[in-house]
């Protein structure tokens, strides 16, 4: 029997962890410096908080979700996103009470059984951030600024923020009644999801994958010409905000996410590159969402990034993540008494912060030399008899072949000062 991994997972492998590594801490670092703080949650909830805060008529909820019933007979679910999680836990631990806005950050897999395509998987990983407390649109323009500041911490450019407002119940009740007036006359036409959320929620009818159905949407009246003045307000506050901290935009009035607990701003990260696979974030504001699942009214905004999305984007760019070489020092042996030796050595020399590789198989010396040559490993230093009883051995650099001999008690002053 052989076993592979399930349709749409992947095993992340030593070789390309690198580049997950630099980007989860680039991302926690940029949230740190903005004061927001790590959130950890369980990877499973509850089925219900998923139909609750996503939205029973939307496609994450209906098509996608991982749903099962435990041993004590409770369902549950994988969690599809991070955003229902992080609010549960928000009310669930009293964080209102925290000083105004509760800024968080997340790093999850997320799970959808979704069609497979380039830059979609069954599990994925969102880098994330939900804001609680803040109403104005400034909030909105910090989270966008995080994603613009991350971007170009690792180089990603060719990248275009598409902004909307998609209004709070007061016009959306309005526009519901216009939607549904344009739709009407056209409902025999459009798939059987899109006739059960004519009547629910015809705001979702706007993004049915369907090709059909996206045809009528694609010409349906947009909510951000029916906006209540409050909606406006804010929205031309983001516009501003968004300008003065120098950030392009463009408005693109067919963004409605495909989550239900939006209000007001949405917004998505896409890729300008040719052949490249849409969107690599998406967040926006859900002022209903805390008050929905049982807290304080409290208005809230994030974003989630797919983590693979992104790496892929980066690739497609032709931009390189560096790798770090953590090992700084191979030590080759020559016998099982030099092999100890070695290990004693490299023991003492991690201690004072030099990562090292010994040979531990017994291979010969030209076989410890291929390896050590391949790794990229800076520093080798041979340890055999004559150089335990002189206490002396060479370090060479791989780079230039440069040897020094020095004092084995010296291994790490030798290495750090170098190039000094
Ligand atoms: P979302 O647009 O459903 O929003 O997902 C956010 C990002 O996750 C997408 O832009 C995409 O990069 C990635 N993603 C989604 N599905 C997949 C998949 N099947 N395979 C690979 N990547 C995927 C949310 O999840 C919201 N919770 C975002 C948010 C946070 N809104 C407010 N706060």
Redesign the pocket.
């Given at each position: 029997m052989k076993y592979s991994c399930q349709k749409g997972t992947k095993d992340i492998l030593p070789e390309e962890v690198y580049k997950w590594q630099k980007a989860e801490s680039a991302f926690a670092e940029i949230c740190g410096q903005y004061g927001y703080k790590e959130i950890r949650i369980p990877t499973f909830e509850q089925t219900d908080l998923f139909l609750r805060s996503v939205g029973d008529t939307t496609d994450?909820v209906q098509k996608e979700m991982y749903t099962f019933e435990d041993k004590g007979g409770r369902s549950i679910t994988l969690r599809p996103?991070?955003?229902a999680g992080v609010v549960r836990s928000f009310v669930e631990n009293g964080m209102s009470s925290l000083p105004s806005p509760v800024r968080l950050f997340y790093n999850i897999t997320a799970f959808?059984y979704?069609k497979m395509q380039k830059?979609?998987?069954?599990e994925?990983h969102?880098f994330?951030v939900?804001a609680f407390g803040a109403e104005g649109p400034a909030i909105d323009a910090e989270i966008i600024s995080i994603l613009v500041a991350f971007f170009e911490r690792m180089g990603l450019k060719k990248t275009k923020l598409c902004i909307n407002s998609i209004g709070c119940p007061t016009c959306r009740a309005e526009y519901n009644k216009i939607l549904k007036d344009y739709f009407r006359p056209h409902l025999s036409e459009m798939c059987e999801d899109c006739q059960s959320r004519f009547e629910k929620n015809p705001l979702r009818m706007i993004d049915c994958k369907e090709e059909k159905c996206g045809a009528i949407a694609a010409k349906a009246p947009r909510l951000i010409d029916y906006l209540c003045d409050d909606c406006k307000a804010h929205f031309e506050g983001l516009k501003a905000n968004l300008e003065a901290l120098g950030i392009s935009y463009e408005i693109d009035s067919g963004i409605v996410?495909?989550?239900d607990y939006y209000t007001r701003t949405v917004f998505?990260f896409k890729s300008e590159n040719v052949g490249s696979q849409g969107?690599?974030?998406?967040?926006?504001r859900?002022d209903g969402l805390v008050s929905e699942i049982g807290g304080q009214p409290t208005p809230g905004?994030?974003?989630?990034?797919?983590a693979?999305?992104f790496l892929l984007e980066m690739e497609a760019q032709g931009i390189e993540i560096e790798k770090d070489q953590k090992v700084q020092l191979y030590i080759a042996n020559l016998s099982p008494e030099t092999q100890i030796e070695a290990q004693k050595l490299a023991f003492g020399l991690r201690k004072q912060g030099i990562g090292c590789e010994i040979d531990l198989m017994g291979r010969s010396f030209r076989a410890q030399m291929k390896y050590a040559g391949k790794t990229g490993i800076p520093f080798l230093l041979v340890l055999g008899d004559e150089e335990i009883s002189s206490g002396k051995a060479k370090l060479k650099a791989m780079a230039d072949g440069t040897e020094k001999e020095i004092e084995l008690s010296g291994i790490a002053d030798a290495i750090r000062s170098w190039n000094a």
């Open positions: 994450v996103e991070g955003t959808r979704e830059g979609r998987y069954r994925f969102q994330g939900e996410r495909g989550l998505e969107t690599i974030c998406g967040g926006g859900y905004i994030g974003f989630a990034m797919g693979e999305r």
